[in-house]
């Protein structure tokens, strides 16, 4: 149970997106802060997650006042009308990843929103994968070319066959997946590397990449976010 703590955190840690919406006509409000949490990021079809948002901050108005709106499924339509109300429940029908949202607003009109990660399993017993450990591009390496190999190693408790997704943004926030169910392998020394190939990267950019391990329970476990920057044209 502590091992499964300590991935939830650190999925919660390395895997928070935000983005903020501003009314331009308003210049003397701050933008409010969005945050919430969950009871659990991790549960099945069973699991009656339960959603805080009573973190929520602005620097003009009490938080009693902000009022706040959630999208369960990432869907780009929210499920809930805003309502100053803090707290909410969702259980989700299918196993799978989810990206629930929730946007604040002020009484200016000014938003800001936030959205986190949550597994729901088939098998609440099953462990998931370790970290993914990367081998190539180095963290913070230059000069790579556009075409680039990605070569990482990962174990699962259970010795359970694993797929895995790659994630690629200009930026934290913009990270999305650009291959999914990856099992290309080879065998380096005792180890087994999976890898693949991504072609096409500007010149003269920054990018970030992050691998997800995923095993046959839905267990989805996030490695670290790396960068690099690709070879001046």
Known sequence: MFRNQKILLFALSAFIFAACGKDE??????LP????????????????????????????????VLEIRWDMN??????????????????YSQSGLYFPVMQVRDTKGMT???RKMVV???????????????LTPPNWQTWMEPTIIFKWTCSDPENDPLSFDLWIGRSLESMQPVQTGITTSEIVG?????????SGFG???TFYWQVFARDIAGNYTPGHIWRFTTRPE
Request: no cysteine.
């Open 25 to 30: 006509q308003n210049t003397t409000n701050h």
């Open 33 to 64: 802060v969005a945050n919430f949490t969950v009871n659990t990021y991790r549960g099945d079809v069973n699991t009656v997650f339960q959603f805080d948002a009573s973190l929520v901050s602005d620097l003009e108005d009490p938080t009693d």
């Open 74 to 91: 990432n869907s780009g339509v929210y499920d809930t009308p805003f309502s100053t109300v803090k707290f909410t429940t969702h259980q």
């Open 112 to 114: 800001d929103s936030i």
């Open 120 to 134: 729901v399993v088939t098998d609440l017993n099953n462990q998931p994968p370790e970290l993914p450990i990367y």
């Open 190 to 198: 005792q180890n087994t590397v999976f890898n693949t190939t991504i």
């Open 203 to 205: 010149l003269n950019r």
